[in-house]
Structures are given as structure tokens and as C-alpha cells.
């Protein structure tokens, strides 16, 4: 008579995962926690005791529909009164949505992006969205540019929420960092300047599905967010240097397909339609000079000023853009193959996608929401988080006070000077440039990684969790 071992506790019985409650762990956040009750006691013990109706997730999508609120209240003034003149940037209300919509033909034609003659500067997909948020909105005699941004507001909101959720199930233990995603300045402030949280939200989605093993997955999301805006493709620069560490290759190639088979899905149709309006975008992006915000462009607002400074033209500024990137993924993939243990998925993503930011000829100032979701998962502190949103604020009402004084009909003494805004941009570049600098030395050293220090190897390393290093970069023998 055989014996068979005697099963294990029923699924429902398994002793539930810790999670790591910022009030305890983050010693910024918890000197704020005493006007509610100071932080939790020894005696509690979030993930085993049922929080009722207010679960973390509950809890979090309550804080990002307040910010949401917070967001629409800061752009009420362009609502009410127009987005004429100057008014977009008096009121720091821009927004890409009311610009477009007369301006790139979606009054008359709801699919003008993909017409004969289009100039739609923008990705496939993107056209894909705009195209049908404009086919929404009904002629008639009524405010349409108005309902065409209110309708992409209230989409982006939703995609804001989907972005907070997705980035809480990824941080494994640590699910209240997605707080930073939800009450984030930067997300306030620019949500609705452009659909870039549509990107955002494929990557976010894509770092959920890698986390669990789902690698295709993964890689359809990345190609469908890449035909969106480019960034979410430099996701697989962190790939590369996990599959070099550890050997495995399939999970670089499995995911790479996925997102091939989804990019030329949505692109190919267009380009055999209309193979004009599809290379737009890419001739757009070459031809333009440097973008405002962007290192370039203060750069030449500078060497206006000081003749011993040279402007530089695009394609001097596309060499060196691409230069400067290409460098900065090369010191990169060194630290990552240099690291005494595998870097988290999200720290390498989080330092190409900044360097990406910091050196592109443009930086718009809705780019920021490239890099939150990735910094709450990359690094979760709440004090460089906050300082870092403070230069983001203030770069972004810097952007739009120089728009305004170069642009209206206003004495020079009623508006900030020019360098004000050369200073806000260097100081959004030197706080991202801080976050990267904390990122790369908790690679070196694990003891100051907020998530590793829970005993979490790496909550989003999917498909190479476990895997032993096959190449490491070493300076001396044994090291």
C-alpha cells in the first residue's frame, strides 16, 4: 500500500504577502503621518488583516480621481474662456487636443490624419485615437473643440487610474508606491496637454505582464505603445541586459516578436494606404530644429544672448542627440553588467527612458509622465520623489511664462526674464539627472534599494527571476 504525503493548507489558508506600508518604512513620509494617527503600530499587519471596503487599490483610485479633479481645476480658466490668443499660456492651460482639432483638419474630416496630403505629426496609433475621439463629437452648433478635449480628458483620467493600478500590482510588496503615480504634480499639471498617458499606460501594462511571466504579452503591449510615442520601445534596452547577464535569450526574443507582429499591425495598413502620411511622423521628427524645453533649445536661446556661442542647426543637434543617447545606454548597459547582483527591471528602464528625456531635442513638458510610473517602481522614496515633482512644477509654469512674454504684447517688466526659463530647464535636468545618479548607486549598493531592502529580489523580473549570472563585467579577478 502506497503512501501519499498529506496535502498542503488549502490555497484560502496560505499566509498572505506581506506588504511594506510607507509610513513605517519611508522615514520622509512618516514625520506626515501623525495629523492622521501617526504611522501604523507593530501590532498591525497590512496584508493579513482585511481593511474592509478601503483596500489599497480602492484607497489609491479614491487619491487619483481627487488629483484628476485637482487637474481639471487647473485648466478651468482655458475651459470657460477659450484657448485663443494667449490665453493657453497666461493661464498655463495649453493643451495639444484644442489645438489640433482646427488645426490639423479633425473639425471638417474626423480621420483627417490618415486623408490624402495629412500632416499629422504623430505615431500611427495616436492618429488611430485622435481620429476616433474626433468622430465622436457630433456638428452641430455647439463648443466642439471644447467637447473634443473634454472627451480625451475624461479618457486619459481613465488610463491615469488603469497606469495607478498597473503599477501597484507590479511593485510587488511595496503596492502603496503607485501613490506617487496617483497624486504625482507632474501628472497633474500636464495630463492634458497630449495622449502621451496612452503610451504610458501600454508600458505600464507591459511591465505588469512581464512581472508575470506573460513575455508575448509583454512585447505586443510594448509594439502597441511604441506606435503610440517611441519611448515605450527603449524597454527592451533593460531586456538586453538582464538576457547578457543571465543567459536567457528566449525571453529577448519572444517579447521582441510580440512587439514586431503589434507595431507592423497597426503600422502597415496606413503605410500601404498611404505611404506619405505614414512617413510623416518620421520626416517631422529628423527635420525639426530643437524642441522649447529641451537642453538644445536653451542652448541657442543662450548663444542668442552671448555671440560667443554658437547655435546649432538640426542635424547638428540630431548627431548630437543621438550621440550623447547612445553613450548614455552604453554606461548603462556597463553598470548593469558591472552590478555586483542583476539591477531590477525598472531601474534600467527608468535610466534609459531619463537619459532618452534628457538628451531628445525635445522635451515637452507632458514628458514627465514617461518617467513617474518608472521612478515610483525604480526608486520609491518619497523625499527625492517630492523634490524631484518641485523642479518638474516649476520647469513647467517656467515653459509656459516665456511662451507668454514672447509671444503677447507685454512689457518685459511684468513677466519673468528669459533665464528664469534656462534655469527651470536645467534644474528639471539636474533633479532627473539626481534620481538617476540614487537609481544607479542602489544598483552598486542593495542596502540602499528601498525594494530590496523588504527582501524582494525583483518584483518585475518575470521570465529571468531566479536566473544565476552567465557574464558579469568584473575589474579584477574574483571581484
Not at 495622449?195 to 512581464?210: E, G, K, T
Not at 531590477?344 to 510610473?373: C, E, G, H, M, T
Request: hydrophobic content about 55%; some cysteine.
Amino acid at each position: 500500500m502506497s503512501h501519499r504525503p498529506a496535502p498542503g493548507p488549502p490555497k484560502s489558508r496560505r499566509a498572505p504577502t506581506r506588504i511594506t506600508v510607507p509610513s513605517r518604512s519611508d522615514a520622509f513620509l512618516r514625520k506626515f503621518t501623525e495629523v492622521i494617527g501617526g504611522p501604523l503600530g507593530r501590532h498591525s499587519s497590512p496584508g493579513r488583516i482585511s481593511p474592509g471596503f478601503f483596500t489599497i487599490e480602492r484607497v489609491l483610485v479614491l487619491l487619483t480621481v481627487i488629483a484628476a479633479l485637482l487637474a481639471v481645476a487647473s485648466k478651468n480658466a482655458c475651459r470657460l474662456n477659450g484657448w485663443g490668443g494667449t490665453n493657453s499660456y497666461a493661464w498655463a492651460c495649453y493643451s495639444d487636443w484644442s489645438a489640433l482639432f482646427n488645426a490639423r483638419g479633425f473639425a471638417e474630416n474626423a480621420f483627417a490624419p490618415f486623408a490624402a496630403g495629412a500632416q499629422f505629426e504623430y505615431p500611427v496609433l495616436m492618429s488611430v485615437v485622435s481620429s476616433l475621439s474626433a468622430a465622436v463629437i457630433p456638428h452641430g452648433e455647439f463648443n466642439r473643440v471644447l467637447a473634443f478635449y473634454d472627451l480625451n480628458f475624461l479618457l486619459v483620467i481613465a488610463l491615469w487610474i488603469l497606469v495607478v493600478i498597473a503599477t501597484s500590482r507590479t511593485a510587488g510588496r511595496r503596492p502603496w508606491d503607485a501613490a506617487m503615480v496617483a497624486v504625482a504634480p507632474g501628472i497633474i499639471l500636464a495630463v492634458s496637454i497630449n495622449w502621451d498617458m496612452w503610451a504610458v499606460a501600454f508600458l505600464a501594462l507591459a511591465m505588469l505582464a512581464w512581472s508575470r511571466e506573460k513575455t508575448f504579452l509583454a512585447g505586443v503591449l510594448i509594439g502597441l505603445g511604441t506606435a503610440m510615442k517611441v519611448f515605450p520601445l527603449l524597454f527592451f534596452g533593460a531586456v538586453i541586459v538582464l538576457a547578457i547577464r543571465s543567459g536567457r535569450y528566449k525571453p529577448l526574443w519572444v517579447s521582441l516578436s510580440g512587439a514586431a507582429l503589434s507595431w507592423l499591425a497597426v503600422n502597415l495598413p496606413l503605410a500601404i494606404v498611404n505611404f506619405d502620411a505614414w512617413k510623416h511622423f518620421f520626416t517631422f521628427t529628423e527635420d525639426r530644429s530643437a524642441g522649447l524645453s529641451s537642453f538644445w533649445h536653451i542652448w541657442n536661446v543662450t548663444a542668442g544672448v552671448i555671440p560667443a556661442m554658437a547655435t546649432l542647426d538640426a542635424s547638428m543637434i540630431n548627431a548630437l542627440a543621438f550621440g550623447l543617447f547612445a553613450a548614455s545606454c552604453a554606461g548603462i548597459a556597463y553598470l548593469g553588467l558591472r552590478a555586483p547582483v542583476a539591477p531590477r527591471l525598472s531601474q534600467l528602464v527608468f535610466l534609459i527612458v531619463a537619459s532618452f528625456i534628457l538628451f531628445n531635442k525635445v522635451y515637452s513638458p507632458q514628458f514627465v509622465l514617461w518617467l513617474i510610473p518608472l521612478a515610483a517602481l525604480a526608486w520609491p522614496k518619497w523625499k527625492a520623489f517630492l523634490v524631484w515633482q518641485l523642479f518638474e512644477v516649476l520647469h513647467f509654469w517656467a515653459i509656459w511664462m516665456y511662451l507668454y512674454a514672447t509671444n503677447a504684447d507685454i512689457k518685459a517688466s511684468n513677466t519673468f526674464p528669459t533665464s528664469f526659463y534656462v534655469f527651470a530647464v536645467l534644474g528639471h535636468m539636474i533633479a532627473t539627472g539626481y534620481l538617476m545618479y540614487k537609481v544607479s548607486q542602489s544598483m552598486f549598493d542593495t542596502e540602499l534599494d528601498p525594494v530590496r531592502r523588504v527582501g524582494q529580489v525583483d518584483p518585475q523580473a518575470g521570465a529571468f527571476a531566479g536566473a544565476s549570472d552567465k557574464f558579469v563585467l568584473r575589474t579584477t579577478h574574483g571581484a
